[in-house]
């Protein structure tokens, strides 16, 4: 077993801590003393940085001597490096490149720049072949480690898209696999690149919305003859569309916020007050007698005739046998106040209206009906749907109504 003591320094400090021998590191590998990885101090001399790595930018002069000089006194996260001969089993082109050099940065090359530009002599490294097993894992780890970076602009991104689509020998399904993303996305980003220069600058700067890029890329795919100054223009053409689009639904907006102040306060119109309960009793008692007045024995004891008589119209079903029962209730009213009760006393055949169902059962009919639910104009319908959404969900809407015209 192997003594931590052993790879301690003449003296009492552990900061003088040797790195092991290839033959002990892999004895106590293969003993299971230490992992396939450990912590290594590895001279910046024999380090190179890696070619494919799409990160452009690493700071300031100034902001690299700060954090050299912060790395001179701690360094608290190590870099991380493969060795040169598993860098050069996936890229040999890149051998005159990395010259002497043992190891390959995979991750910490801002660290790397920043470190040499204060003189500092080595660095903390991990050395990770594993992760170089294909070149597509090589890249994807880059990716993983770029994206979490702040100043990691979108070029860069693209760049690293492009690197890694090729190296998945153009499976764009495989980079969205493994970027967790859908392939048109990794077809947008990756078309970026084919903008001109100053374009692509003006992205990075953020003078430039991506979505307008994504545009201009695809306009500069239909006509490959289009110049920097069209591509500008149509950017500029896009911009004022989507202001007057936003301006649209800002009117669309404050016209249902109306809308539905005006379904609040709207003034209605006087109503005549509702009948009083000697009233109600009064057109009750009309409507179940025979008569405007009280029979007398002389009516009664005329002889009926073949032309109709009120009782016959105004009795609940014209039902002779019913008259006798209309006298008692002419003589003996009871108070009521159902006005549907007096309805159905006017009505023919105490039969209610029914309404005639029109539809034919048909979707458009049924959409038809739905919509006439909020409202019988556009201007009900707009405040009911606004009244029932927030201003993201009206606006969403907005938004999809203006796609389907």
Request: with cysteine.
């Amino acid at each position: 077993m192997t003594r931590a003591a052993d790879r301690l320094g003449g003296g009492s400090s552990f900061g003088a801590v040797r790195p092991r021998s290839e033959r002990g590191r892999a004895k106590a590998v293969a003993e299971g003393a230490i992992p396939d990885y450990e912590l290594q101090r590895l001279p910046l001399d024999k380090v190179r940085p890696s070619l494919v790595n799409p990160r452009r930018n690493f700071g300031t002069d100034q902001e690299q001597e700060a954090l050299g000089n912060s790395l001179a006194r701690k360094q608290t996260t190590a870099c991380v490096a493969v060795t040169r001969a598993a860098y050069l089993a996936l890229w040999p082109e890149h051998e005159a490149h990395i010259g002497i050099a043992e190891w390959i940065i995979l991750n910490g090359e801002r660290r790397y720049r920043s470190a040499q530009r204060v003189n500092l002599e080595h660095l903390d490294f991990v050395v990770r072949d594993d992760l170089a097993a294909t070149r597509a894992d090589f890249i994807d780890y880059l990716m993983l480690e770029n994206d979490e970076r702040q100043d990691f602009n979108i070029i860069e991104r693209a760049r690293g898209l492009e690197d890694l689509l090729q190296a998945c020998d153009g499976n764009a399904a495989e980079v969205a696999r493994r970027r967790g993303r859908d392939r048109s996305w990794v077809g947008n980003q990756v078309a970026l690149l084919t903008l001109p220069a100053d374009i692509q600058d003006m992205l990075i700067a953020g003078t430039l919305a991506e979505r307008y890029a994504r545009r201009l890329a695809r306009a500069l795919k239909d006509d490959p003859s289009l110049s920097s100054e069209a591509l500008l223009e149509l950017a500029e053409q896009l911009k004022a569309e989507e202001r007057d689009r936003r301006s649209q639904t800002r009117d669309l907006l404050e016209a249902a916020k109306n809308a539905v102040l005006s379904a609040d306060n709207t003034v209605q119109a006087p109503q005549p007050p509702p009948p009083s309960p000697s009233a109600l009793d009064g057109l009750a008692a009309t409507a179940l007698s025979a008569t405007p007045t009280a029979a007398s024995p002389v009516q009664q004891s005329q002889p009926a005739t073949d032309s109709p008589t009120p009782s016959d119209v105004l009795s609940a079903d014209n039902i002779p046998e019913q008259r006798a029962a209309d006298d008692q209730a002419h003589h003996n009213p009871e108070p009521t106040n159902d006005l549907a009760e007096v309805g159905g006393a006017l009505s023919a055949d105490n039969t209610p209206p029914t309404r005639e169902d029109t539809s034919d059962g048909q979707p458009e009919n049924q959409a038809s009906a739905l919509v006439l639910a909020l409202g019988a104009t556009a201007a009900e319908q707009a405040a009911t749907l606004r009244a029932g959404l927030d201003d993201e969900g009206f606006t969403a809407l907005l938004e999809a109504l203006y796609a389907s015209v």
